[in-house]
């Protein structure tokens, strides 16, 4: 039972990654069709990380009256419902009012799903899982690709949005399963897994109960940090090494990919050590190893070798660092507050992977894109402090909410 359920919960994390790419890749085209700037992009993404935040800080008080499985399967169907509005949109306005159930639906499934792995499966599969969500983000590019050859941006997202409707059935066949699962939990004796059934007669965990927990403040800029690192190193990278670099934009661009590649390949590896080294291990690898490869872009050597090769490692280092914190949440804050706490940690990495890309486009605009490495650095040695100092506040004090 755990193990088909798990099969379900792998395919809702392909389906998580489809529509993170889909407008980015479609948008060449559509601002153009839609007589709107390119900029209006951004208003766009901004919209979907406000319904995003706002799910995700809901998605306690949503788990513990719906439980998991229903949470995941609605917030799939919205998800679902946006996509095939967004393929049947012809103006920027109906966009926008599509953005609302996007957001929404991304924030909760992604909070409620995240806690139920951390909660009910070993350390590995939240880093395959993560693997996953990249398979997703990589495919839909393609998918969108297709549409575009001969046929419209329209379709691109009418395909991926019939892909979430088709998981959306499988979801709600299986929430038997997920019912089952959390009986069985409760039954095992010693497992620290809660049930849906328990946590719903209790008080959700308020911000400021939760803020009060020792270490949560610090965790929580700890992974407002690795998102603002993450983003902006994706983001940026093409830019810095063609405007300061004077490297040519295809192989900028080839590089840059190779960021995202070198996430996605260290998750699938990570996935094979994540238990034996455990999650506080491989965070601090991560870090030290994309600090490395912070280091390597910063040098100002005649050669491009270093920064290039910076990039891949940079990504090779952030691959754990995502599922690891989210997996080692309960054991670091207790299974009974787990849900509520990641929830608000989803919350803290949209904020910082959606506005701090956007500051340091300010500073490449009016001091220097060769800030690109300094501003890396800055982040990176903030979130290992945090983490250290997370570690060391939890070790010495209670985690019991105040």
């Given at each position: 039972?755990?193990?088909?359920?798990?099969?379900?919960?792998?395919?809702?994390?392909?389906?998580?990654?489809?529509?993170?790419?889909?407008?980015?890749?479609?948008?060449?085209?559509?601002?153009?069709?839609?007589?709107?700037?390119?900029?209006?992009?951004?208003?766009?993404?901004?919209?979907?990380?406000?319904?995003?935040?706002?799910?995700?800080?809901?998605?306690?008080?949503?788990?513990?009256?719906?439980?998991?499985?229903?949470?995941?399967a609605?917030?799939?169907?919205?998800?679902?419902?946006?996509?095939?509005?967004?393929?049947?949109?012809?103006?920027?306005?109906?966009?926008?009012?599509?953005?609302?159930?996007?957001g929404?639906?991304a924030?909760?499934?992604?909070?409620?799903l995240?806690?139920?792995?951390?909660?009910?499966?070993?350390?590995?599969?939240m880093?395959?899982?993560?693997?996953?969500?990249?398979?997703?983000?990589?495919?839909?590019?393609?998918?969108?690709?297709?549409?575009?050859?001969?046929?419209?941006?329209?379709?691109?997202?009418?395909?991926?949005?019939?892909?979430?409707?088709?998981?959306?059935?499988?979801?709600?066949?299986?929430l038997?399963?997920?019912?089952?699962?959390?009986?069985?939990?409760?039954?095992?004796?010693?497992?620290?897994?809660?049930?849906?059934?328990k946590?719903?007669?209790?008080?959700?965990?308020?911000?400021?109960?939760?803020?009060?927990?020792?270490?949560?403040?610090?965790?929580?800029?700890a992974?407002?940090?690795?998102c603002?690192?993450?983003?902006?190193?994706?983001?940026?990278?093409?830019?810095?090494?063609?405007?300061?670099?004077?490297?040519?934009?295809?192989?900028?661009?080839?590089?840059?990919?190779?960021?995202?590649?070198?996430?996605t390949?260290?998750?699938?590896?990570?996935?094979?050590?994540?238990?034996?080294?455990?999650?506080?291990?491989?965070?601090?690898?991560?870090?030290?190893?994309?600090?490395?490869?912070?280091?390597?872009?910063?040098?100002?050597?005649?050669?491009?070798?270093?920064?290039?090769?910076?990039?891949?490692?940079?990504?090779?280092?952030?691959?754990?660092?995502?599922?690891?914190?989210?997996?080692?949440?309960?054991?670091?804050?207790?299974?009974?507050?787990?849900?509520?706490?990641?929830?608000?940690?989803?919350?803290?990495?949209?904020?910082?992977?959606?506005f701090?890309?956007?500051?340091?486009?300010?500073?490449?605009?009016?001091?220097?894109?060769?800030?690109?490495?300094?501003?890396?650095?800055?982040?990176?040695?903030?979130?290992?402090?945090?983490?250290?100092?997370?570690?060391?506040?939890?070790?010495?004090?209670?985690?019991?909410a105040?």
């Open positions: 039972m755990y193990s088909l359920l798990l099969v379900i919960i792998y395919i809702a994390f392909i389906s998580l990654g489809l529509p993170d790419s889909l407008i980015g890749s479609a948008w060449p085209v559509m601002h153009r069709e839609l007589e709107v700037p390119v900029s209006c992009m951004g208003i766009l993404t901004m919209l979907i990380s406000g319904g995003t935040i706002l799910s995700s800080l809901l998605a306690d008080r949503l788990t513990r009256k719906l439980g998991t499985g229903l949470v995941t609605v917030s799939v169907l919205l998800t679902a419902a946006a996509l095939f509005g967004f393929s049947v949109s012809d103006s920027f306005l109906l966009l926008c009012i599509w953005t609302v159930p996007y929404l639906g924030g909760a499934v992604d909070a409620s995240n806690n139920y792995v951390a909660l009910h499966y070993a350390s590995r599969h880093s395959w899982l993560h693997c996953f969500w990249g398979v997703g983000c990589s495919v839909s590019p393609y998918i969108m690709g297709y549409a575009l050859t001969g046929h419209s941006w329209n379709l691109g997202f009418r395909i991926v949005s019939a892909l979430q409707i088709t998981l959306t059935a499988i979801l709600f066949l299986s038997p399963l997920w019912k089952k699962a959390a009986v069985n939990a409760v039954a095992n004796v010693g497992s620290s897994a809660v049930s849906d059934s946590r719903s007669a209790e008080k959700p965990l308020s911000m400021s109960r939760m803020l009060r927990i020792k270490g949560v403040p610090l965790v929580l800029a992974f407002w940090s690795y603002a690192l993450e983003s902006t190193t994706g983001i940026w990278a093409s830019s810095y090494l063609v405007q300061h670099r004077g490297i040519d934009a295809e192989t900028a661009a080839m590089f840059a990919s190779l960021f995202y590649l070198g996430i390949f260290g998750r699938f590896l990570s996935g094979f050590v994540a238990d034996r080294l455990g999650d506080r291990r491989l965070i601090r690898l991560g870090t030290l190893t994309a600090l490395a490869g912070a280091i390597l872009i910063l040098l100002p050597l005649p050669i491009h070798f270093p920064a290039l090769a910076g990039l891949i490692i940079i990504g090779l280092g952030c691959a754990p660092i995502y599922p690891s914190i989210i997996h080692s949440t309960p054991d670091n804050f207790g299974a009974e507050n787990s849900q509520a706490i990641i929830g608000v940690q989803m919350a803290s990495a949209y904020l910082g992977s959606t701090m890309p956007p500051l340091f486009g300010l500073l490449a605009t009016h001091v220097s894109i060769g800030l690109y490495p300094a501003y890396l650095l800055l982040f990176v040695g903030l979130m290992l402090f945090m983490w250290e100092r997370m570690k060391e506040s939890s070790r010495t004090g209670s985690n019991a105040a």
